[in-house]
């Protein structure tokens, strides 16, 4: 029994040593996780490109028929019905968007070379100019009515340039042309350039110590003793008060008139001039009248010839036209009008 307990002494001291001597067991790490990001990273993502796409806007004048005319771009076929169309177009720099002209336009010389679709006694090639495929047909208030219609059951796009009464009027149409045809600011600098000139002229007017009394003739082809002129509220009625001047025909009825010789010599004017001299009137002729000695115009050498053109022709030429009615009615003013 002593041996036994001895035994189980040794055995435990033995096992006390041994865990004496064995290393002290390592801790098993706990693993540092990474902390969870808060920060999401953002992608930077290229706009994606816009695109602006002009549209050229659209054109809108009155027809001169009672309507309005919409052009979605510029004409740039242009056929012209009236002289006084052609010159419009070629002066606010349009004249190489003409196509073809009337037989009368005759100024620019440019404007000879374009081919003619007729005019004589308001008759027109419309054959011609459904050949000429043109995107505008510009006319006048003195194309007729018909013609205007048939033009228009023809399929053309129709434009009637009003007939001006005042410079006002004169410069609108410069303004419509200029639009119609994609040449507004040619247009608006014409016409800067030429109230300008107008109102220079106008300052030399206001010189003027006299108003002499004129007749100004239109045609006498008919009967040289009643020949036509122009009456109140016209276009030269207008030219001939700006220029210092007293038109003899405003006292009669009517816009286009004829006078009588007996009228004329109770009006006796100091002043013949005459727009018929493109036609061959001349100063000459005019003294060979029966009974036309007598007026103070003729016996005091005051009769002269104008070009008409100038005149009675709406467009930026009427300033020249103005111009030359202040030289002849004003000569010792003659040499200040610019």
Not at 139 to 159: H, I, N, R, W
Not at 169 to 196: C, P
Not at 204 to 227: I, T, W
Request: glycine letters at 6%; hydrophobic letters at 45%; proline letters at 9%.
């Amino acid at each position: 029994m002593k041996r036994f307990q001895s035994l189980l002494l040794v055995l435990a001291l033995f096992l006390v040593s041994l865990s004496a001597c064995a290393p002290a067991a390592t801790p098993t790490p706990t693993p540092t996780l990474a902390p969870t990001a808060t920060a999401v990273a953002t992608a930077t993502i290229a706009p994606t490109p816009t695109f602006t796409v002009t549209v050229a806007p659209t054109i809108e004048v009155p027809d001169g028929m009672g309507g309005t005319l919409t052009l979605e771009a510029p004409a740039q076929k242009i056929i012209s019905l009236a002289p006084s169309n052609t010159e419009l177009l070629f002066a606010v720099g349009a004249g190489s968007q003409v196509i073809a002209r009337e037989e009368f336009s005759n100024y620019p010389q440019e404007a000879q070379a374009l081919p003619s679709v007729g005019g004589s006694m308001g008759k027109y090639d419309t054959e011609k100019m459904v050949s000429l495929q043109p995107d505008l047909v510009l006319a006048s208030p003195l194309t007729a009515p018909e013609t205007l219609q048939a033009l228009k059951d023809l399929g053309f796009t129709l434009v009637v340039v009003p007939n001006p009464i005042t410079l006002e009027d004169m410069y609108a149409n410069i303004e419509l042309v200029g639009k119609i045809t994609g040449h507004e600011n040619e247009a608006q600098e014409l016409v800067a350039s030429l109230k300008d000139r107008q109102q220079k002229i106008l300052a030399v007017v206001a010189k003027a110590s006299s108003k002499p009394k004129v007749f100004y003739e239109l045609d006498a082809s008919q009967d040289p003793a009643k020949p036509w002129t122009s009456g109140p509220g016209t276009f030269i009625d207008q030219l001939i008060t700006l220029a210092g001047g007293v038109n003899v025909g405003a006292s009669l009825q009517g816009e286009w008139a004829q006078i009588s010789l007996e009228e004329l010599l109770v009006q006796n004017p100091d002043v013949i001039l005459l727009g018929d001299a493109n036609w061959g009137v001349t100063p000459e002729s005019v003294a060979q009248r029966t009974g036309w000695e007598k007026l103070d115009a003729v016996k005091n050498g005051k009769v002269f010839p104008i070009n008409d053109d100038l005149i009675s022709r709406p467009g930026p030429r009427q300033i020249d036209g103005l111009a030359e009615l202040v030289r002849l009615l004003h000569p010792e003013l003659a040499s200040q009008v610019p």
